[in-house]
């Protein structure tokens, strides 16, 4: 029986192309050259984008990513497999793990998708993970099955062979940008800093024109002098200064053109555009250093976090990850999950607090607790799990069988 995972495309004469020997997927993979209507270059230039991105992608990053293996009716961590240091340590040999799982999701938010190839050994078994450019990969569907073409590298690939993970899709087969649907509130932002940027450049001077008073008449040559004149002195790039006193030629006056930004709402303007992003990214304004927040402490901020912006990306990373790095027939005896514990960090007395609860009913041994706390070493017996028991029925108390014994 031919192996699911090393169905490759061969070169045939009715296909319509021709493909080359394969090239290591890995170049092309850090540049994010983009053709959509809004570049990223762009994109990334505004803070509130960068943060939100950023935020995201060092989150899932930061993210331990185990495989577990369920034996004896229960699940526990496979450290000894490939996967573990796939996963955990070095998907391939130009990058570990943190900065892979960073242009992962980098690429899924601005790009639309992230596809990632699997590289087996000849058993089956996972080897590498290499994060291609989805800049140069297009979908095709053929003879009813799903054809990834590589158009730089010239490779085509089965559906079996590519983690593939959409940010937000309309077919199942095609990932659309975040920054596709929010052109126009980016284009906003950008202009609002552009304008911000030139006004601040002409040494915060309003744009205007050069007319003369009523009754003078200006030859063109004199008035283009003026003109060169009154740009240079407050063109910081042609040696001028700001705030610097202009001499006008007799018979001109300044009349201003422009709106201020006092006017034109530019600071309300710039606060707003924070507030729409992070809509789009659904990350709370508070994280992209907004001064809205409606949440009083830590915690509650990082739940709000954690439960509406990141939990449907862990949940497609595990779901896609777990479908193709494993086996129809490893599915029932596997799983693989994000530890997101470390996302939620609580104050010493909370942590605490959660820690003695948990221990009291057997959820935590005490070396359990040790090892999150980084003790130097375990205790004497503690990977015993321990319960209280002072609660008594009723119709039962212990101290009343105690004294009824006494009378006897």
């Known amino acids: 029986m031919a192996n ?3 169905r490759f495309f061969s070169n045939k004469k009715e296909e ?17 050259n983009t053709f959509s209507q809004y570049t990223q270059s762009k994109a990334m230039k505004l803070s509130t984008v960068y943060r939100c991105v950023n935020l995201i992608s060092d989150s899932i990053a930061s993210l331990p990513f185990y495989p577990y293996t369920y034996k004896d009716n229960w699940k526990y961590i496979n450290y000894d497999s490939t996967l573990y240091n796939l996963l955990n340590v070095q998907p391939n040999p130009y990058m570990g793990k943190f900065i892979f799982m960073k242009l992962v999701v980098t690429s899924m938010l601005l790009k639309g998708a992230a596809y990632i190839y699997i590289d087996r050994a000849k ?35 089965d559906k079996s062979q590519l983690i593939i993970i959409l940010n937000y899709s309309t077919d199942g087969l095609n990932g659309i940008s975040t920054l596709s649907y929010a052109a126009l509130t980016l284009e906003i932002a950008y202009n609002t800093d552009e304008h911000s940027r030139n006004f601040f450049k002409s040494g915060a001077n309003l744009a205007g024109i050069l007319r003369p008073l009523a009754g003078v008449n200006i030859g063109k040559e004199k008035a283009l002098k003026a003109k060169k004149d009154f740009i ?6 042609l040696g001028g200064q700001s705030g610097a006193i202009v001499v006008l030629d ?7 053109i422009t709106i201020s930004p006092k006017d034109s709402q530019l600071i309300e303007s710039k606060q707003f555009n924070v507030v729409d992003i992070c809509r789009f990214f659904n990350v709370p304004p508070s994280l992209a250093f907004s001064e809205s ?13 954690l439960n509406n912006c990141l939990l449907p990306i862990i949940e497609k990373f595990e779901n896609e990850f777990f479908r193709k790095l494993y086996l129809p027939s490893e599915w029932d005896v596997s799983d693989l999950k994000f530890d997101t514990e470390n996302l939620v960090r609580l104050d010493a007395t909370t942590r605490a607090d959660v820690m003695v609860k948990l221990h009291s009913v057997g959820g935590y041994t005490t070396n359990e607790i040790r090892e999150k706390l980084n003790s130097t ?3 004497n017996g503690g990977n015993r799990a321990f319960i209280q028991t002072n609660l008594q029925p009723t119709d039962a108390l212990i101290a009343e069988n105690k004294l009824d014994n006494n009378l006897k």
């Open 293 to 305: 927040g409606k949440f009083s402490t830590a915690e509650q901020q990082g739940l709000d976090y």
């Open 250 to 256: 007799s018979g001109l006056e300044y009349q201003p």
């Open 377 to 379: 070493f375990p205790v």
């Open 16 to 32: 319509k192309r021709e493909y080359e020997e394969w090239t290591n997927p890995i170049f092309g993979t850090v540049s994010f």
């Open 4 to 6: 699911i995972f090393s």
């Open 232 to 237: 240079n002195a407050l063109n910081s790039d």
């Open 123 to 157: 058993n089956g078994s996972v080897v590498g993970l290499t994060l291609l450019n989805a800049d140069n990969i297009e979908t095709e569907i053929k003879n009813n099955d799903v054809i990834y073409f590589d158009k730089i590298n010239k490779k085509a690939f």
